[in-house]
């Protein structure tokens, strides 16, 4: 069992950055990949962005080049942090740190965290 702790989110103003924080249980010992994926009200859950063991990193189309992810070097514990930045309404959503097992690929999901974004 993989557990995560979210922190950040919140109301923004468009335009407005925020950083989002998922602390593991787990190290990449264990760890395949962590994650973020976002869901609104009415449609399918989405990637943001991920980050392997490895450091290699993919993103949704919709964030390209507004958020980074990365890991907390100052953490120690294993932390992925989401920088989001010039955030939009469209961008309002429950956003649901995830990890994924390195052996089975198991998948692990944090409670969510609120992030809406004021027009």
């Known amino acids: 069992q ?3 702790m979210e922190s950040g989110g919140g109301l923004v103003q468009a335009g407005g ?3 989002l924080s998922c602390t593991a249980s787990e190290n990449w010992f264990r760890l395949n990949d962590m994650g973020w994926y976002r869901q609104a009200p009415g ?3 989405e990637l943001v962005a991920s980050i392997t063991s490895n450091g ?6 919709s964030v390209e080049g507004r958020f980074a992810i990365s890991e907390d070097a ?3 514990k294993l932390t992925v942090l989401l920088q989001m930045n010039n955030l ?3 961008d ?3 956003y649901y740190c995830t990890a994924r097992l390195s052996y089975g690929l198991t998948q692990y999901w944090g409670q969510g965290t609120q992030v809406t ?3």
């Not at 290699?56 to 189309?61: A, K, L, M, P």
């Open 56 to 61: 290699v990193t993919e993103y949704g189309d």
């Open 117 to 119: 974004v004021s027009s």
């Open 92 to 94: 309002t959503a429950v």
């Open 43 to 45: 449609n399918q859950r």
């Open 88 to 90: 939009q309404p469209e």
């Open 17 to 19: 950055s925020l950083r």
């Open 2 to 4: 993989v557990r995560l």
């Open 74 to 76: 100052d953490s120690s």
